[in-house]
């Protein structure tokens, strides 16, 4: 089964440095990939919505390797607002090693028991809440204070 750490950060030099640091210790350059909202969506008809499908691909593909359909709205917002997402898969020693990096790095905290609400500073919270709360579920690791998760598929 492969084991990939998610880190979502405030922007794309955090996610850089998170990259250096990644293929430094050996990930290869294939089991690393950040992504980004996409400056330049073109339309491709009259019904075209290039960021509305971008949001809702990226959604599916979240909770395809574990991710619970809160959790992926949560990423897909801060990818909205800006952020951008890192992926690193490999074994789970390398995994776990991905997640530490990226926590280092201060990877966003979300919070699955209070709405999955991205913590970018200086962005005023939603109406579902900020919390820095503990929760651990089947399929991913996630310890308080740690921002970075872990997925199992």
Sequence with gaps: ???????????????????????????????I????????????????????DFSLALGQDLQEIGAAEAEARAYVLGVQQGGVLEFATGSGAQADA?????NRHKAVQIDELTGFEPVFPGVTPGSEGLTHGESTLAGRNHSSGDGARIFVW
């Design 1 to 31: 089964m492969a084991r990939t750490a998610i880190g979502l950060f405030e922007n794309e030099a955090s996610a850089a440095a998170v990259t250096r640091e990644l293929t430094e210790v050996g990930f290869a350059p294939a089991e």
């Design 33 to 52: 990939r950040v992504l980004f909202e996409p400056l330049d969506m073109p339309l491709t008809g009259v019904l075209s919505a290039p960021g509305t």
């Design 98 to 102: 991905a997640a530490e990096t990226m």
